[in-house]
């Protein structure tokens, strides 16, 4: 199931997600998820487990309104729009007795290899199934992670295990249902959607519904696929960035360097290139000597994003290595508006352009 969530903080905004979200989920405009592209994504789970898979009852599961929970006070007036997509994937876990084991799909496609700023994975047990041997902690009886998060090779490995749950008798048989819940605020272009709403960060920024687009998933996994084909997912520069429209291709951004070039319409080459820095490769830099060469190359500023397109590493990538970095006083960060402005120690960040 697949979650697209809306900040609304008032009538007017409600009224403009209730329109927008009946042309999504009724009319089939701009619909951002492809069944066919899950099924692909499913035949390669298949191919890898050598369990038949299948791709079932895909399609709009409706809209609805919520009030925000947070950990603060709450604002009666703030609530969360959202819309649902849901679908059956057959076969995604292994049945062994009365456990039900979860991990092997997880590692046979890029879907779940990483959740960026402002996404979120939520995995539920059956009814009357616990999980156990967890690889992070439980949430009202659900596994949640929130990006940015980058999952290693056994992060998703799960066991669940019947008669664990708070609920009642022993299920018969294979009759039992895992829900793995994506809540992708991270893909939806809106004002102010940094502020976000699962993550309950400081501050809950008013939306402007009007300007609501949603981002592709298929052209996200396509340009995971692709980078796998030309073999760059091993690379830690990440993977390509995906422009925030229902209509853009996945083009790896370049620097500023004329002679630097990336084929993406034909998917023959993928490159992101940094130029050298006082005769230093950048390639034999550490990823913190990498942002702070880059930070002094341009006065000792730059806006997030600006360090995303240099280096061409992920959003999720860059976004964890700045935080780590503001940790250690390495670097300062800024939220000023929906960027994220990065500077030296002691430089003046009212000086950005």
């Known amino acids: 199931m697949i979650e697209s969530r809306f900040l609304v903080t008032n009538e007017s905004e409600a009224e403009s997600f209730?329109?927008?979200?009946?042309?999504?989920?009724?009319?089939?405009?701009?619909?951002?998820?492809?069944?066919?592209?899950?099924?692909?994504?499913?035949?390669?789970?298949?191919?890898?487990?050598?369990?038949?898979?299948?791709?079932?009852?895909?399609?709009?599961?409706?809209?609805?309104?919520?009030?925000?929970?947070t950990d603060g006070e709450t604002n009666e007036n703030v609530r969360v729009g959202i819309i649902t997509y849901s679908f059956t994937w057959t076969n995604f876990a292994t049945v062994d007795g009365d456990r039900i084991h979860v991990g092997d799909t997880f590692e046979a496609t890029p879907l779940f290899r990483q959740l960026n700023d402002g996404q979120r994975l939520v995995i539920e047990s059956p009814d009357n199934y616990g999980f156990v041997n967890t690889p992070t902690s439980t949430v009202d009886g659900a596994l949640i992670w929130d990006g940015p998060h980058e999952f290693g090779p056994n992060d998703l490995q799960i066991t669940i295990l019947r008669g664990a749950?708070?609920?009642?008798?022993?299920?018969?048989?294979?009759?039992?249902?895992?829900?793995?819940?994506?809540?992708l605020v991270g893909l939806v272009i809106v004002a102010g959607s940094a502020g976000y709403i699962l993550a309950q960060r400081d501050s809950l920024p008013s939306i402007s519904l009007d300007r609501l687009q949603s981002l592709s998933i298929s052209e996200s996994l396509r340009?995971?696929?692709?980078?796998?084909?030309?073999?760059?997912t091993e690379d830690d520069r990440g993977p390509v960035a995906v422009n925030g429209n229902s209509n853009s291709e996945p083009v790896p951004t370049t620097t500023t360097d004329p002679s630097v070039s990336s084929e993406t319409k034909s998917g023959t080459q993928l490159e992101f290139e940094e130029p050298g820095y006082?005769?230093?490769?950048?390639?034999?830099?550490?990823?913190?000597?990498?942002?702070?060469?880059?930070?002094?190359?341009?006065?000792?500023?730059?806006?997030?994003?600006?360090?995303?397109?240099?280096?061409?590493?992920?959003?999720?990538k860059v976004s964890q290595l700045l935080s780590k970095m503001d940790d250690d006083d390495e670097i300062e960060k800024l939220r000023i508006g929906r960027e994220n402005l990065i500077t030296l120690p002691g430089v003046d960040p009212t000086e950005l352009d």
């Open 18 to 69: 209730r329109n927008y979200a009946e042309t999504v989920v009724t009319d089939r405009e701009d619909e951002p998820y492809d069944r066919q592209t899950f099924q692909e994504y499913a035949d390669r789970a298949s191919e890898s487990t050598g369990r038949e898979m299948s791709i079932e009852n895909a399609g709009w599961a409706g809209y609805r309104i919520e009030k925000l929970e």
């Open 165 to 183: 749950g708070p609920n009642g008798p022993s299920v018969s048989g294979l009759s039992w249902q895992l829900v793995v819940l994506i809540a």
């Open 223 to 232: 340009a995971s696929e692709l980078l796998e084909r030309h073999g760059s």
């Open 278 to 316: 006082d005769g230093v490769d950048p390639e034999l830099l550490s990823d913190e000597e990498r942002v702070l060469r880059l930070l002094k190359r341009n006065g000792g500023r730059m806006k997030q994003a600006s360090i995303v397109s240099e280096t061409g590493w992920s959003n999720a």
